[in-house]
């Protein structure tokens, strides 16, 4: 009962505060006239703090038993809304008893920075321990420049913490009592026990979080929070089978050939939408009752990017109803990121697909795309990055992509390409990333780039 009373804390503070404004100017206003209205005023006002911050401060401090919160940011936010209670409350007193007019302009003039400071350490627990900063000191993302020289841990899997996980497990919270931003409380857990088992992804309480559906309220990140994308989850997965490793170097782990692709993408880049993909021009929000209805089907869409209107689907290879294909078809707009992989679409629908002309990224890897479908896709104008690997199309199908003028990267792991015709698919696509997986590219001095066809046989036939 009280965990649920503490649950209203983030609701109820935000009345003293709002008084406590409107006091102050009526405070400001009444030393031109004793006898005003806001003079008279301020003991109502006065007790409205009182009692409302009393209940804000016992809710705080119900909700900080919890531990999901930094002890001593936590400690001083408390502290300053005791003070606050108890300034409130003799500020009334004194006022009521006109008693020490002099104590009362102290009190008032102490109660301004004590209210400021309140609210910023409420703020630094909420939104973090920059919030309210004038510090520009933030985690900054390590640049890969050589993917086998990286570290494991610190280029590869703290940066997916780092953006999907430390808003609500690191210094400034702890949701469950557990953080995730540094080696030592990785390992610590958190009040579930042990986080990771080495060797042993699928045991691991932190992968199984990962891949629950997101209806599951065990899930993490919480469904309405930025998703990792499947990259991520399988990165994160071989970090833990590989030994929970927090020194080793990407080259010191053995390398499944899909991994080899995933941490090449992420060197390269190029798995994501980037600002710079998004269209320049400004794009209505997409319907939100249309929204919900794709979320009800239990369907990640969200946007990009902060305060964008621009969605990216994930569609976790669902089989989904006629409603929610035509719900996407009518804010296919605002789509520029779809990740289908292992989700088949009828003919109709790859024909549609053509519809969505703002999509810059499709992920349809081991989907039923064929030659036939691929024409759809053509019409893609604006598309960036496509994962056609393990499918069934041919060197025929990519004839008709050739006409994607803003295609960079091409991905044909495990297809059934012609060998033999590799030099002519080269032809079709001389400014493309073409990625066919676990393959060594040797460059001769004269730049000319040179595939060993029995190399690249072995990889496409796996």
């Not at 841990?153 to 808003?167: G, H, L, M, Q, S």
């Not at 990140?221 to 997965?237: F, H, M, N, T, Y």
């Not at 499918?391 to 990267?409: A, D, F, M, N, W």
């Amino acid at each position: 009962m009280s965990q649920l009373f503490g649950q209203f804390h983030p609701l109820i503070l935000h009345l003293p505060i709002g008084i406590w404004t409107i006091a102050y100017l009526f405070k400001w206003l009444s030393l031109k006239n004793k006898e005003s209205v806001f003079e008279k005023t301020l003991p109502v006002l006065l007790l409205v703090i009182f009692v409302s911050s009393f209940f804000t401060s016992l809710s705080g401090y119900l909700l900080s038993l919890s531990g999901a919160y930094e002890e001593e940011l936590v400690n001083n936010h408390k502290l300053a809304g005791i003070a606050l209670t108890i300034i409130s409350g003799l500020l009334y007193w004194l006022i009521k008893k006109d008693i020490s007019l002099k104590f009362q302009h102290g009190l008032w003039i102490a109660s301004a920075p004590i209210l400021f400071i309140t609210g910023h350490w409420g703020g630094s627990l909420t939104h973090g321990e920059d919030y309210l900063s004038f510090s520009n000191k933030t985690y900054e993302k390590p640049i890969i420049e050589n993917i086998d020289e990286a570290l494991v841990y610190t280029d590869v899997i703290e940066p997916i913490f780092a953006e999907k996980c430390w808003a609500c497990h690191s210094a400034k919270k702890q949701k469950g009592e557990l953080r995730l931003d540094g080696e030592k409380w990785i390992l610590k857990g958190g009040e579930t026990g042990d986080l990771l088992i080495p060797h042993k992804s699928a045991d691991s309480d932190l992968y199984q979080r990962l891949v629950m559906d997101t209806s599951d309220d065990d899930h993490m990140p919480p469904s309405r929070k930025p998703q990792l994308s499947e990259d991520e989850v399988k990165l994160v997965a071989w970090w833990i089978d590989a030994g929970v490793s927090f020194d080793k170097k990407v080259k010191e782990l053995d390398q499944s050939p899909e991994i080899k692709s995933i941490l090449k993408r992420l060197a390269n880049k190029e798995t994501e939408v980037s600002v710079s993909d998004l269209p320049e021009t400004e794009i209505k929000a997409a319907n939100a009752a249309t929204l919900e209805m794709i979320k009800e089907s239990r369907i990640t869409i969200l946007p990009v990017a902060q305060n964008s209107n621009y969605l990216t689907v994930n569609l976790l290879g669902k089989t989904l109803a006629d409603s929610v294909w035509q719900n996407f078809e009518s804010v296919s707009e605002n789509i520029v990121s779809i990740k289908a992989a292992e989700t088949n679409f009828t003919p109709e629908r790859w024909n549609s697909l053509a519809g969505f002309k703002n999509l810059r990224t499709l992920n349809i890897s081991g989907t039923n795309v064929d030659n036939e479908a691929l024409k759809s896709i053509a019409q893609l104008a604006e598309l960036c990055v496509l994962n056609l690997n393990n499918t069934k199309i041919t060197e025929v199908g990519l004839e008709h992509l050739k006409s994607l003028q803003k295609l960079r990267s091409l991905y044909l792991f495990r297809t059934e390409i012609d060998l033999n015709k590799w030099e002519s698919i080269q032809s079709l696509f001389p400014k493309i990333v073409l990625d066919t997986g676990n393959y060594q590219v040797p460059t001769l001095k004269s730049d000319t780039t040179i595939f060993r066809k029995e190399d690249l046989a072995a990889t496409l036939s796996e």
